[in-house]
């Protein structure tokens, strides 16, 4: 079972249709609909992570790698994994408590302002801005990956040519978030008792994907624009919506035209 959010309204944004989701959650089953709909597979990235502000998450008395930390992103649409969902820039050929070069994990500077040896400028604790600030090494990060299902017409013969030309997946090839949908909240991750600890919100504005191109049967891959967060003191980073594909789900539809 897969689990996806159900849509309760709709509205036009830039001329195309966005969701409003309500928070409890339905099941439904990959390929196995009872009515016809649009599966549209989608993920969230960010790149150009960078941190500067106030962040206090890993100082002494914990007992794990002061002061370097792994941090998570929970958003509407993924939950946080202590994986590589923002990476850093700290592995164990710069420091050895941090994780082995290779592992997704690459850490920040989590105690940036509580202990005065962690704190800037140090190059040893900020890789960035003459060494008061923190910026990640590598590129985009998945931080979310999840489904859509758009209710969606079985395919019609609109002209009386024999050929299906309506419905199926030919308008559903979209993801739309409005602001207060579209968030990352960064936690940082402290083994070896599961801890995770609050850094940051970024708060992000609203976004469309849509697929490149569209049938009644599949949605192409799509991207968003990359934007930048909402400023908050403390971190930054740029997110797009990644459509992975789709496929229209039958749901008991025959089609009395030729679907191509």
Not at 103 to 112: P, V
């Amino acid at each position: 079972m897969q689990i996806t959010y159900q849509p309760t309204a709709f509205c036009r944004l830039g001329g195309v249709v966005a969701l409003f989701f309500l928070p409890e959650l339905m099941l439904a089953q990959l390929g196995g609909g009872a009515t016809p709909a649009c599966l549209v597979d989608f993920s969230l990235q960010n790149q150009n992570r960078m941190v500067f502000g106030a962040v206090n998450t890993e100082c002494p008395p914990t007992i794990h790698s002061i002061p370097f930390g792994n941090w998570g992103v929970d958003s509407l649409y993924g939950r946080r994994e202590d994986g590589g969902q923002f990476q850093g820039w700290c592995q164990n050929n710069h420091d050895p408590q941090c994780p082995p070069v290779g592992d997704a994990r690459m850490e920040w500077n989590s105690c940036t302002t509580q202990e005065p040896e962690f704190r800037a400028p140090n190059c040893f604790y900020y890789n960035y801005n003459a060494c008061y600030w923190q910026r990640t090494v590598t590129g985009g990060n998945h931080y979310a990956n999840n489904f859509i299902r758009w209710p969606a017409a079985c395919p019609f013969d609109s002209d009386n040519d024999g050929l299906c030309d309506t419905g199926g997946c030919l308008k559903w090839c979209q993801v739309g978030l409005q602001p207060e949908e579209n968030y990352m909240e960064l936690y940082e991750h402290d083994p070896p008792f599961g801890r995770w600890d609050l850094v940051a919100r970024l708060n992000y504005p609203a976004q469309i994907a849509r697929s490149a191109s569209s049938t009644m049967r599949n949605c192409s891959e799509g991207f968003s624009n990359w934007v930048i967060n909402l400023h908050n003191g403390i971190a930054e980073a740029d997110m797009r919506i990644w459509i992975r594909g789709g496929q229209f789900e039958f749901g008991g539809c025959s089609p009395a035209c030729f679907l191509p």
